[in-house]
C-alpha cells in the first residue's frame, strides 16, 4: 500500500485524522503507519453506529449433550478412537493466549502468571505439564500453535524460549500473531496511540482462524496431515488438552466441531449454555436465557439448557475452512483504551473511554453443521483464572489445583 492508497481507505471510512501528524512523521514511521492502515480492518467500524441495535436471537431449542454415563459406557472405544488419531498426526492443538488479562491486572501476559505458592508454578507451565500427559500416553508429540497478539508477542516467546518450552518439543510449536483491530472513541473515531500510530485491540478469541490462514499456517497444517484443532483458553489450568476420549467421540458422532461442557452448578450460573438456534448448534450467553429457557425441562424432569461450555472445542479442519471466507459477526465492547489526545499528550485512562471490536469462537460455533456437547467434571477439567481473588481466580484454580494433586 502506498501512501495515496492509504489515504483513500481513511477516507473511505471516515478516518483522515489517522494522517494528521503525517508531515511531522520520519521516513519510518511513515511507513509504519501506512502498514498498519494497511493491515487494520476497518469494515468493523460500522458497527459504532448499530450498537444500539440489539443482536435477535433466533429460536432456541435443546441441544442434547453427551452425557458422563454415556461416556463411561464407551471409554474404551472413544479412548482408542482418539489415541490412533493423535498418533497418526490428525490432532494439532492451538492456545488462544492472544487475550490481554486485563481483569488478572497482571501488566505481563496471562500464562506468565506464577500461581505457586511455595514453588514457582506457570499458568503456561500448566498448560505444557497438562499437554504432556497425553503426549506421554500414546508416545508422540502432538503440535501446538500458540496465539499471541502485537501486545504480549515478544515477551511470550522469551518466556517459553527461557523456560526453555517447559520440557516440550521446541519443533513442535508455532507461535502466531493475531489479527488486531482498531479501538474508537465513542464517536467512532480511531484512537491513536502516538503519532504514527493507531491505537489496536487483539480481535477477540474468535480470530484465531483466520489469524492462523494470514500467518499462512494452513500449508503447514495440511502438510502435516492435521484435520481436526483443540482449540482452548490459556486460563483455565486444569484443562485436558488433546483428550482421547472427546476427540474419539467428536470422530465416532462425525460432528464438525465438540464442544467440552459441564453441568451448571445453579440455574442462574453465569456461563453461555449449548443450544440449537433456528437449528443449527449455537450459545445462549447467561443474560440472554430467559425464565422460561432457564426452567425448560425434558419429559425425566431434567433442565434442558444445562450444559454450559468452558472454551474448549474441537474443531474439523475442512469446515473451518468452509466458513473461512464467510463474515464473522463482531461485537463492541466499551474499554480503556490509551491515546494521545489533541496537544499530543499520552493519556492511559483509568475509566473506558472508547471501544474494542471483538469477534468470539462461540460464533463459530453457531456457523458449524453438526457440534457434539461433551460432558465433563467440573472438579477436574474447569478451573478458570480471571480475576485474582473470589470467582474464577487464582485462590479458586489453587484450591482446585490442589485437590487435583496439584503440588502448589
Ligand atoms: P477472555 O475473554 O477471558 O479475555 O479470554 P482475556 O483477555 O483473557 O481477559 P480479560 O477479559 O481482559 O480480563 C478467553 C481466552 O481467549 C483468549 C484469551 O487469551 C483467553 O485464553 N483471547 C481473548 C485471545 O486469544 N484473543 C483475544 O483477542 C481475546
Not at 493466549?97 to 497482571?106: D, I, K, V
Request: glycine share 8%.
Amino acid at each position: 500500500m502506498n501512501n495515496q492508497e492509504a489515504r483513500k481507505k481513511l477516507e473511505q471510512y471516515g478516518q483522515e485524522h489517522v494522517f494528521q501528524y503525517y508531515d511531522e512523521l520520519s521516513d519510518r514511521e511513515r511507513n509504519e503507519l501506512i502498514e498498519q492502515i494497511e493491515r487494520v480492518d476497518m469494515e468493523v467500524l460500522s458497527l459504532c453506529e448499530q450498537k444500539d441495535k440489539l443482536q435477535k436471537k433466533g429460536k432456541i431449542t435443546p441441544l442434547a449433550a453427551m452425557q458422563l454415563d454415556e461416556i463411561e459406557k464407551n471409554r474404551q472405544y472413544y479412548f482408542n478412537m482418539g489415541c490412533s488419531a493423535l498418533k497418526n498426526g490428525k490432532i494439532g492443538a492451538v492456545l488462544l493466549a492472544g487475550g490481554m488479562g486485563t481483569r488478572l491486572g497482571s501488566d505481563d501476559p496471562k500464562g506468565m502468571y506464577n500461581i505457586g505458592i511455595t514453588r514457582e508454578v506457570y499458568i503456561f507451565e500448566r498448560i505444557i505439564q497438562n499437554l504432556f500427559d497425553v503426549v506421554e500416553q500414546i508416545g508422540t508429540y502432538i503440535h501446538l500453535f500458540i496465539m499471541t497478539s502485537d501486545k504480549n508477542h515478544e515477551q511470550t516467546t522469551r518466556f517459553f524460549e527461557e523456560k526453555n518450552y517447559f520440557g516440550y518439543n521446541r519443533e513442535y510449536i508455532t507461535f502466531f500473531k493475531q489479527d488486531m483491530a482498531p479501538a474508537v472513541d465513542y464517536q467512532g473515531k480511531i484512537l491513536m496511540e502516538s503519532k504514527s500510530k493507531m491505537s489496536t485491540s487483539p480481535n477477540g478469541n474468535g480470530g484465531w482462524f483466520t489469524s492462523i490462514i494470514r500467518n499462512g499456517l494452513l500449508n503447514k497444517i495440511h502438510k502435516k496431515g492435521i484435520e481436526f484443532l483443540n482449540v482452548f483458553a490459556v486460563d483455565n489450568v486444569l484443562q485436558r488438552i488433546a483428550d482421547p476420549i472427546f476427540i474419539g467421540a467428536v470422530l465416532e458422532k462425525n460432528c464438525a466441531v465438540g464442544a467440552k461442557v459441564v453441568r451448571k452448578a445453579a440455574p442462574d450460573e453465569k456461563v453461555g449454555v449449548m443450544c440449537l438456534e433456528d437449528g443449527k448448534p449455537s450459545i445462549v450467553e447467561y443474560y440472554e436465557l430467559t425464565e422460561e429457557l432457564r426452567d425448560a425441562r425434558d419429559e425425566d424432569g431434567n433442565p434442558v439448557y444445562n450444559f454450559g461450555v468452558i472454551l474448549n472445542y474441537l474443531f474439523r479442519v475442512k469446515d473451518l475452512e468452509e466458513i473461512a471466507s464467510k463474515k464473522m459477526p463482531f461485537h463492541i465492547v466499551k474499554k480503556a483504551v490509551p491515546y494521545i489526545n489533541e496537544k499530543g499528550a499520552f493519556i492511559k485512562p483509568e475509566a473506558p473511554n472508547g471501544y474494542k471490536f471483538e469477534a468470539l469462537v462461540l460464533d463459530m460455533i453457531h456457523m458449524m453443521d453438526s457440534c457434539l456437547p461433551f460432558e465433563v467434571v467440573r472438579n477436574r477439567e474447569f478451573a478458570p483464572i480471571k480475576n485474582k481473588t473470589g470467582v474464577d481466580s487464582v485462590e479458586s484454580a489453587r484450591a482446585l489445583l490442589k485437590e487435583n494433586g496439584v503440588d502448589l
